[in-house]
């Protein structure tokens, strides 16, 4: 008996790691690959239907069907992100030819707000202040600001520019796949299905079923959140007549949309850091911004988001972490889904990686308050 518990264990740990290393080798290497294959099933998916209803109703063929809605969509969706784009290179442009004159006035700014900060603590008594003044002087030394290097930044710049023909590639790609897999969306289905044994199709299929429901309203809720979350920045931004809004706006939003982040990753240090320069006005304002937009957050969260992912906290703060450590932001992302589907199959009997632990026996303080309240009333 214990041997077989030992090779259990064994086994749940060889399969556990299997599962990490097969994870990490989808998402480092297959799914950049098959990304554009990935991408044309998905939208296939959803067009299935639309092709399908306009099939049957102006008695088209499948395959002309197909091509239309294909152009339809890939047109649509990149006439808008094509605009969108250019409007963000364009304040981007302004930006970098703005950057010079930032850049030039922040030894001044950070040197009288070294000053003041220096001056704030020598009014400290003397056994405090010294280690402090100690201790900024040392960072002083150590870390100092000297020249701004934007060799990594031209790098990036770079490997954008030569990387165009790649994505041209990719683009393609994905069009024209997903104009014959949506030709043949039940044909391909039907024979990826006979290539998987019964039992795996099925808990595959429930698995899916589930995750499409719940994954697919918690990315749609995220979306819609995010989206407000934009608007509001991009409002807020243009009330005190702040420089690049919109660019600003994308990227303080696209960092509100990663875990663990928030819009205070931002906002709250920016909103010190002005206050600390003089612009008492512009830092309230931001700090107030930040605060409006967490409170509408709260507020719209709960009744938007709806069902969420199902995890405990906690575990999903280490599926965040570990992912991330592993996997870059990517993993951030991927694990939380992964341990998702582990959770699901264990629950429907399909595995058995852990063991569920016997429920908590009920308090018995509420029964007390109830029979006190009672005894009151005779």
């Given amino acids: 008996m214990p041997e077989n518990r030992h090779l259990r264990f064994l086994l749940i740990l060889f399969y556990f790691i299997l599962g990490i290393l097969g994870t990490y080798f989808i998402v480092q290497y297959l799914l950049k690959w098959l990304l554009p294959f990935v991408i044309a099933f998905a939208i296939a998916g959803i067009l299935k239907k639309p092709t399908a209803f306009i099939t049957r109703k102006l008695h088209l063929s499948r395959s002309l069907t197909s091509i239309l809605l294909v152009i339809f969509v890939y047109g649509i969706v990149g006439t808008g992100v094509g605009l969108f784009i250019s409007f963000l290179i364009g304040q981007f442009r302004a930006f970098s030819a703005d950057l010079p004159n930032y850049l030039s006035a922040l030894p001044e700014v950070l040197t009288a707000l070294w000053e003041d900060l220096t001056a704030l603590v020598q009014r400290l ?58 030709k043949d969306f039940d044909r391909i289905m039907a024979f990826i299905a006979a290539q998987i044994p019964k039992r795996i199709r099925e808990s595959t299929t429930r698995l899916k079923n589930h995750m499409v429901t719940t994954l697919g309203r918690w990315f749609r809720a995220m979306g819609i959140i995010i989206l407000v979350t934009f608007t509001e920045l991009t409002v807020g931004f243009l009330i005190i007549d702040l420089d690049y809004a919109v660019l600003l706006a994308v990227l303080v939003a696209l960092i509100d949309a990663l875990p663990v982040f928030g819009t205070g990753t931002v906002l709250i240090p920016w909103a010190i850091y002005i206050l600390l320069t003089g612009e008492i006005s512009r830092g309230l304002y931001l700090a107030a911004l930040y605060g409006i937009i967490t409170i509408i957050r709260n507020i719209i969260e709960p009744r938007i988001l709806g069902d969420h992912i199902g995890l405990n906290p906690l575990v999903m703060l280490i599926c965040f972490y570990l992912g991330y450590m592993t996997l870059g932001l990517i993993g951030m992302f ?33 029964v007390k308050k109830k029979r006190r309240s009672s005894e009151k009333k005779q």
Avoid: R
Wanted: charged content about 10%.
């Fill in 334 to 366: 991927v694990l939380p889904v992964l341990l998702v589907c582990l959770d699901k199959l264990q629950e429907w009997g399909y595995i058995h990686l852990w063991h569920t632990p016997e429920p908590l026996p009920e308090e018995v303080v509420p």
């Fill in 125 to 182: 008594p003397e056994s405090i202040s010294e280690p402090i003044l100690n201790s900024m002087e040392s960072l002083i030394t150590e870390a100092p600001l000297t020249t701004v290097n934007f060799g990594s930044l031209f790098g990036t710049v770079k490997t954008v520019a030569f990387s165009i023909p790649t994505i041209l590639i990719f683009t393609i790609a994905m069009i024209i796949s997903t104009f014959y897999v949506l």
